[in-house]
Nanobody, 121 residues
């Protein structure tokens, strides 16, 4: 079994910062891409940022220059540092990881339960 557990969400005023963490645990052989998505009420889930196992990053245009994704491969953990937060960043943030659970196994995508981020104006 594989689990992704997020932490670090909460309520913050506009202009503030939050740091999200997501730790993957369980029967993991190798983790490839990790990332963060978000879903606001009434909207589709959207990619916020992703990072490859080699450290290549990708960001949504709406968060470039404000958010930074990073990972600690030794801890199977991905982080999202969010600065200069805006009310439109309010959403449930989901962690995701593409990984294998055995040698030569199929790469599968797993999701965390989500953590609420609320930015007040």
């Amino acid at each position: 079994q594989v689990q992704l557990v997020e932490s670090g969400g909460g309520l913050v005023q506009a202009g503030g910062s939050l740091r999200l963490s997501c730790a993957a645990s369980g029967s993991i052989f190798s983790i490839y891409n990790m990332g963060w998505y978000r879903q606001a009420p009434g909207k589709q889930r959207e990619l916020v940022a992703s990072i490859s196992n080699g450290g290549i990053t990708n960001y949504a245009d709406s968060v470039k220059g404000r958010f930074t994704i990073s990972r600690d491969n030794a801890k199977n953990t991905v982080y999202l540092q969010m600065n200069s937060l805006r009310p439109e960043d309010t959403a449930v943030y989901y962690c995701t990881a593409a990984l294998t659970t055995r040698v030569l196994g199929t790469i599968e995508r797993y999701w965390g339960q989500g953590t609420q981020v609320t930015v007040s104006s």
